[in-house]
């Protein structure tokens, strides 16, 4: 039987967030786990007159593939990927891991060099979109693995990530335009402004961002969503961070990160778990060491931390840092192969000022 809340998903990602048209061409990315919601987006697609092309892979291809790549299959492209950075109108990718810890053992310094082959694509992929060239929208497929890591049953998980991508709405296509305000008016609000201080326990770091553009996330390009942010100054950012949550990346898993920042720049880091990958990927490149975007989240339905940075970096009153990569249309112009967030939260004494003006406090917006 299917399920109607996938069907709704699928409404949400094709008619809304990518907005699909007749004759677009579009590429829909998973694994086979996800079986059920890439059929919906397929049907989806279909019935929106887009030209559907799916790229699906097995759940234990990427632990293959680490665990047999050699340095030259490391470093290929294949040219599926490359047609569907350059050319695809529409990417749709679900995230469906069946094992959320299958890349634990995989070698860090493999992985940096795959992250760092794949930065063109990356760095295309991201043009296009801020040139209104490329759609594009990520989500996941509720899982075991998953629903394991939430710490709930499947149906439990299954219950809370719909509902937080607001499929249960009784009109879906139209919900998170609805609920658009209020980010929209922060984005707003923090327009125009020089210097964000967030402080929190462990945690007291300033970022500049005259200039940049903020911007408001409401469903467009995440699912669930709830953020907005920009691309911080690049020599700009001063002071230190302890992250809150778990984060991962690439399939691997990092806790207890704190980082020390001087003239924009990642000076000291460490780890409590994965100190040595987290410093592999510090190591990737130049751009890797400073920051690319400053996110501040603003889904209030997301209220515990559930290992997955989609949603986790979406939790009304906490902030994420992404090292790596900035997404151009904030005017970031930081260049890296890698762009990692992870989340700090502020819901217990912290703050966020913006031009010493408070913006938030313990995790509440006062503005």
Known sequence: MKDQRAEALARILVRYSTRVRTGDVCV???????????QAVYEEVLRAGGLAVMQLTTSGAQAAFYDLASDDQLDWIPPPATWAAEKADVRIAILADLNTRELSNADPKKQARAQKARKQLMETSMRRSAAGEHRWALTLFPTNAYAGEAEMSLRDYEDFYYAACLATDGDPVTAWERQSDRVRRLADWTEGREE?????????????????????CVGEHNMPDGEFFTGPIEDSV???????????????????????????????????????????????????????????GTNYGIETGTKEILLDEKIGGTVHL??????????????????????????????????ALELQHDGRFVV
């Open 28 to 38: 829909i990315q998973s694994t086979t786990a996800a079986e059920p919601l890439v």
């Open 196 to 216: 964000v201080r967030i402080v929190a326990d462990g945690t007291d770091i300033t970022l500049g961002v005259g200039g940049r553009r903020w911007i408001p």
């Open 238 to 296: 001063n002071g230190e961070i302890a992250f809150s949550f778990p984060a991962s990346y690439g399939g691997r898993t990092v806790s207890g990160v704190r980082m020390r920042f001087e003239g924009g720049k990642v000076v000291d880091a460490s780890a409590e778990q994965g100190e040595e990958f987290l410093h592999e990927m510090l190591d990737t490149d130049a751009g890797a060491r400073r920051l690319g975007e400053l996110g501040i």
């Open 322 to 355: 992404a090292i790596g990569m900035s997404y151009p249309e904030t005017g970031g112009e930081n260049s890296s192969a890698v762009h990692w967030d992870m989340v700090c939260d502020l819901r217990e004494g912290g703050s966020i000022t913006v031009d």
